[in-house]
């Protein structure tokens, strides 16, 4: 739209022409207060704090609600203005219970803020206060009546931004409250013979994030700490595969740091103010009782507790045995897709370089490998790449999900497609074999017969309705669900040529560890097993390793002498008898004594996401820096363990980690036997001005030779990386492996829920109660009588 | 609409609400009508009823509970057969609205929003029932009884006892 100019404070400013003032003036760093009004959320104009004077008109304006206008003249602070936000202040505070020092928002209100700037200490109203004791309507939010200003954010978040619309106003006047959508009489949940509302959602917080006062608190931060006595990391949610931003909020305890408190507290990156359920509150499984803080080796057929040194020397010790004995090919490895790229990255090269085989693999939600060839070579689309970052959703004038529930699987993705739908008018085309929430917002719906979406893609090239409609869209964005792999997948990205593509994978790093090559038949960054540079300075065998599944076959026949699982659980995983494992030496790392673990001769404690640093790659390939906020006694990060590991194989460590130059350093000076055989990894620092990093452990020596030899990595920019920005990484655009016609899918969905994170969920005391909270919502509360024992 | 099989309301009241849904450009223009209509057949606002009618304006339960909580005239508990509504705005007030509630409170042992043991009667306080030329007026349901004192207010409570006793 054109632009008009006015005058703010004496000030000229031009902003686009439907603008609102509050907008156009916060972004000439003119600050008007507003309680009620929220970026993205409807208006409501509910709590007159932003009333400004607007020339030749005869009363205050709101300011969220006035657009600007050609010559217009406004004043945002003047005595009248500022007796004006005082009296609303009163009136706010006339029956607020100004509990500050103890409240959950002390120091992070806007109402204290407010109150500080215009001074309503001295108020007109003597009345007493009436008083309402707080209310717990899930695990995790609670609601303080009397702290309660009714600007209603909350109310417009469930609803618009949630689509879900738990929350409402009711009653009149000054009697008028923020009431949950389960009335207390048919809750079926009392306390001292009182019948308490209960909130039937997704329990994402939205609301308590949205919420300018104490008013709506959080069932796992409450009353726990003050703001500023925590330490504030931003780093990235350990979930599912929308890598959202968070900021831990961390407090010293006897054996490290907890985390306290989760959310996106500065509102930046892909996420913006956005965390679902478990990225606000599941937390709690770091301190869980269960929790691994020694190491374990197998004594007399039990498990002992040992010390580092003797567990890692065991460990390593046996691996070269077993390495020299009955060769490299007998060993087997299963990554993460909960570590880092940089620890996914060394155990790849772990596996190909110190052990010396192809056998690696993970647990696969997504067939990255298939999207990455199917779109090399392919281009760009209208100057974009092909691959669709999770930004993408944000601003695409259509999308196509095909399979997949965002809702539950990817809450980011479902955010940012209903806000793109809300805000943009962007088109949503859905096909799917479940009535997914996320039709609401659909212009279109194809349903899709179980294990039809090979049809549904067939269907694509036709002339129905759908596919014409989808097939005109210029700008389109397709999102695919783990339904689809393999051929399937193939087809559909050669049915839209036009369209900019991701896959919905299930973990923070599940892109990660296949970029990273956590895969038997590729190298990192998708390259062929021989013929790459990066084969060549591997000296890895050309030949396809095992995969997870025929790793436990190998095992069954007694052909697999070691294996090495790092932070997966796929006995329980993929159901996995564990007799089979009875003639392997397994060593496994991870938080927990999973069932993988349990059976394992070395099970070494290792941290966990938020207790470590490096960078995640999420499902769209955004990469983002991880920092480390939490600490606890008794675990090592998974970088570490694998070094050492490699260490005590006898390995030098030199060529695994490259770090400290030291006497080796070789600029290409070198004559003789190697002559013309450069350093490249020197020579890619100097030219890279990067500093040799000092210590094996250090990740980031890692992430340089990430970006040394990762197409699409290459393009890293360490300054957006280490400033918190996302990055979006494309994989190499010709080269990479070509499938095989027997190549086999080997996708198995997590399946996770809004309530669920794969083996952390039975460690995760919060999300057992919110899953047991909404469960007793499902079964129709008339029948249970369940009676709280707060 | 969603199609209602098993309709709690009476099929005339049923009938009725069918068309309600119909005739505004808004569906959920037809719920306050609704609320009143149910709130006359059943005597209150129920849970069941607030869940029929959520269901025939394709709105939340929420919704419904949303409005009816903000209108003092719907009820969500019953109220005695006769429902004693007694105006204490100001002509009423000038010329002895608060005596004749008083005389109630007394009379009936039961106080604002109550109802008398037996289920007959109900008291309330409202607002002004547009009664003015002839204050003091209490309403009894839908009847309107004005220029009343304690001793007509008595007789008033008497026939409606007696209509019972029959």
């Known amino acids: ?790 | 609409m969603a199609t209602i099989t098993q309709s709690i309301f009476t099929p005339a009241t049923a009938a009725r609400f069918d068309k309600l849904a119909t005739i505004y450009p808004v569906k959920r223009s037809a719920l306050v009508p609704m609320l009143l209509y149910a709130q006359d057949e059943v005597g209150y606002v129920s849970d069941a009823v607030v869940t029929e009618i959520a269901q025939r304006l394709d709105l939340l339960e929420l919704d419904v509970r949303n409005v009816l909580s903000y209108y003092s005239m719907l009820r969500t508990k019953p109220a005695g057969k006769y429902n004693v509504q007694v105006c204490t705005n100001i002509s009423c007030m000038l010329r002895g609205g608060f005596e004749l509630l008083d005389h109630c409170k007394n009379k009936l042992g039961i106080d604002h929003k109550e109802t008398t043991p037996d289920g007959l009667f109900s008291l309330e306080e409202v607002e002004c029932i547009g009664a003015c030329c002839w204050a003091p007026a209490v309403q009894v349901n839908y009847d309107f009884h004005d220029e009343l004192t304690p001793e007509k207010l008595d007789a008033v409570l008497d026939t409606y006892r007696a209509r019972e006793s029959k």
């Open chain 1, 1 to 790: 739209m054109a632009d008009v100019t006015f005058t703010v404070d004496g000030k000229k400013i031009t902003a686009p022409a439907g603008t609102l003032l509050l907008e156009a003036c916060k972004a000439h760093g003119i600050e008007i207060p507003a309680f009620c009004y929220y970026p993205g959320l409807s208006l409501q104009a509910a709590c007159r704090m932003c009333v400004v004077r607007i020339e030749k008109v005869p009363k205050l304006q709101t300011a969220c609600t006035t657009p600007v206008a050609e010559g217009m003249v406004v004043i945002t602070e003047s005595p009248e203005i500022a007796q004006a936000r005082k009296a609303t202040l009163q009136l706010l505070l006339g029956n607020h219970p100004l509990d500050c020092p103890v409240c959950d928002a002390g120091g992070e209100c806007e109402l204290q803020d407010m109150t500080f700037k215009y001074g309503a200490a001295e108020s007109f109203y003597a009345e007493p206060k009436n008083h309402r004791e707080e209310q717990k309507w899930s695990p995790v939010v609670y609601f303080d009546r009397p702290r309660c200003i009714l600007c209603y954010r909350c109310v417009r978040m469930c609803g618009e931004g949630m689509d879900i619309f738990a929350l409402g106003v009711q009653n009149r006047g000054s009697s008028s409250v923020i009431a949950p959508n389960v009335p207390p009489q048919l809750s079926g949940v009392s306390s001292h013979g009182e019948d308490l509302a209960q909130l039937d959602c997704e329990q994402c917080g939205m609301c308590i994030d949205a919420c300018p006062v104490g008013a709506l608190t959080s069932g796992t931060y409450r009353y726990k700490t003050r703001p500023w006595e925590m330490n504030h990391t931003a780093t990235v949610c350990t979930h599912c595969g929308d890598g959202c931003k968070t900021t831990l909020g961390v407090r010293p305890v006897a054996d490290g740091a907890e985390i306290v408190r989760g959310d996106n507290r500065d509102k930046s990156g892909i996420n913006g103010d956005f965390l679902c359920n478990k990225g606000r509150y599941a937390f709690d499984f770091a301190n869980h009782a269960e929790r691994l803080t020694q190491p374990l080796v197998r004594k007399s057929g039990k498990l002992t507790p040992v010390s580092w040194e003797e567990a890692l020397s065991y460990a390593g010790t046996r691996l070269r045995d077993l390495r020299q004995d009955r060769g490299p090919e007998s060993i087997g490895i299963i990554g993460s897709n909960r570590t880092t790229n940089e620890e996914n990255y060394l155990l790849q090269k772990f596996a190909r370089t110190v052990i010396g085989t192809n056998n690696i693999d993970h647990h696969r939600t997504a067939d990255f490998v298939t999207l990455a060839n199917a779109l090399a070579g392919t281009g760009t689309t209208y100057g974009k790449s092909r691959f669709a970052s999770q930004r993408s959703v944000q601003t695409a004038q259509a999308i196509l999900l095909v399979g997949g529930d965002p809702t539950n699987q990817a809450p980011l993705t479902a955010w940012n497609i209903r806000t793109n739908v809300r805000l943009n008018k962007a088109r949503l085309y859905i096909a799917n074999h479940e009535a997914i929430k996320l039709r609401r917002q659909a212009k279109a719906f194809a349903p899709v017969a179980s294990f039809g979406y090979g049809a549904f893609v067939q269907s694509l090239g036709e002339g129905n309705d759908f596919a014409k409609a989808v097939r005109a869209e210029e700008d389109l964005v397709v999102l695919v669900g783990n339904e689809l792999h393999g051929g399937e997948l193939a087809s559909l990205i050669a049915a839209l040529p036009q369209a900019r593509f991701a896959l919905l994978s299930d973990y923070v790093n599940s892109r990660g560890a296949a970029d990273m090559g956590v895969l038997p038949d590729v190298l990192p960054g998708y390259q062929p097993l021989s013929g790459a540079a990066l084969a060549a300075e591997y000296n890895s065998p050309a030949t396809a390793g095992l995969d997870l599944l025929a790793m436990f076959d190998a095992a069954s026949t007694g052909k697999l002498s070691a294996l090495y699982v790092v932070g997966s659980n796929p006995i329980r995983r993929y159901g996995i008898d564990p007799a089979t494992l009875a003639s392997t030496f397994v060593i496994v790392q991870d938080l927990f004594l999973t069932e993988t673990a349990a059976v394992a001769d070395v099970v070494l404690p290792a941290a966990n996401l938020y207790e470590k640093a490096g960078t995640v790659t999420n499902s769209y390939g955004d990469l983002q820096l991880v920092s480390k906020a939490a600490d606890k006694s008794g675990v090592r990060p998974d970088f570490e363990l694998i070094v050492r590991l490699a260490g005590h194989m006898g390995h030098d460590l030199h060529s695994l980690v490259p770090f400290s130059r030291g006497l080796r350093a070789d600029m290409g000076q070198t004559r003789g036997a190697s002559s013309g055989e450069a350093d490249r990894h020197a020579v890619f620092l100097t030219a890279n001005k990067l500093e040799p990093k000092l210590s094996p452990f250090d990740p980031f020596a890692i992430l340089d030779e990430i970006q040394r030899l990762i197409p699409g990595y290459d393009k890293l920019l360490r300054l957006q990386m280490l400033s918190g920005n996302d990055q979006h990484i494309t994989p190499a655009s010709s080269g990479l492996t070509q499938i095989a016609g027997t190549r086999k899918d080997l996708v198995l969905p997590s399946s996770d829920t809004l309530f669920t994170s794969g083996s952390l969920t039975r460690y995760s005391p919060m999300l057992e109660d919110v899953q047991r909270h909404q469960s007793s919502r499902s079964a129709g509360a008339s029948a249970g009588q369940m009676t709280s024992a707060d």
